[in-house]
T-cell receptor, first 112, second 113 residues
Framework: GENVEQHPSTLSVQEGDSAVIKCTYSDSASNYFPWYKQELGKGPQLIIDIRSNVGEKKDQRIAVTLNKTAKHFSLHITETQPEDSAVYFCAASKTGRRALTFGSGTRLQVQP | NAGVTQTPKFQVLKTGQSMTLQCAQDMNHEYMSWYRQDPGMGLRLIHYSVGAGITDQGEVPNGYNVSRSTTEDFPLRLLSAAPSQTSVYFC????????????FGPGTRLTVT
């Protein structure tokens, strides 16, 4: 089955800096890659996603890039703010399988 | 819309006890699923359902049962709780179609002693 690896497990940045979280996946048939943000005591919430027919997608300060050849995708957060502090999860799925395979998560801390 | 609701928020069980974690959604979503979240392991799929009357196993189904008698509800049953089932459990729902956004509930923190 699919295996998704996520790095780093923790990331501390200064407010205003950029943060990058990377994931690799094993199943070349995977074609949908969402990113979720989980705040303390809450369930994960979708923040951005990308499909395999697109190399990059941007939404304000958040962007995701996908390299299908290398089977990796990354989340980029620019101009980080303290409210960006949370745990971020990458995930992958493929056509015919709605269930998501999640990475192990990255705890992002933005220092004011 | 209340979205996805889960009860209880916290639960402590003794080894061997059984219980049901409740999950309900009011968005008329066909797809519902249960995940468990353990430190350093992300979320792992326990069971899922593509519609009322249809359920299937996920990655870690052992020790859990589910049923889906209505579109709205998807309870998760622990048959005989074990310490290894200490975890945070999340229910999620989505519209049909791969790539549809999954909406997660607030979670149930379960401790088995």
């Amino acid at each position: 089955g699919e295996n998704v690896e996520q790095h780093p497990s923790t990331l501390s940045v200064q407010e205003g800096d950029s943060a990058v979280i990377k994931c690799t996946y094993s199943d070349s048939a995977s074609n949908y890659f969402p990113w979720y943000k989980q705040e303390l005591g809450k369930g994960p919430q979708l923040i951005i996603d990308i499909r395999s027919n697109v190399g990059e997608k941007k939404d304000q300060r958040i962007a995701v890039t996908l390299n299908k050849t290398a089977k990796h995708f990354s989340l980029h957060i620019t101009e980080t703010q303290p409210e960006d502090s949370a745990v971020y999860f990458c995930a992958a799925s493929k056509t015919g399988r709605r269930a998501l395979t999640f990475g192990s998560g990255t705890r992002l801390q933005v220092q004011p | 819309n209340a979205g996805v609701t889960q009860t209880p928020k916290f639960q402590v069980l003794k080894t061997g006890q059984s219980m049901t974690l409740q999950c309900a959604q009011d968005m008329n979503h066909e797809y519902m699923s249960w995940y468990r979240q353990d430190p350093g392991m992300g979320l792992r799929l326990i069971h899922y359902s593509v519609g009322a009357g249809i359920t299937d196993q996920g990655e870690v189904p052992n020790g859990y049962n589910v049923s889906r008698s209505t579109t709205e509800d998807f309870p998760l049953r622990l048959l005989s709780a074990a310490p290894s089932q200490t975890s945070v459990y999340f229910c999620a729902s989505s519209l049909p179609g791969q790539g549809a956004e999954q909406y997660f509930g607030p979670g149930t923190r379960l401790t088995v002693t």
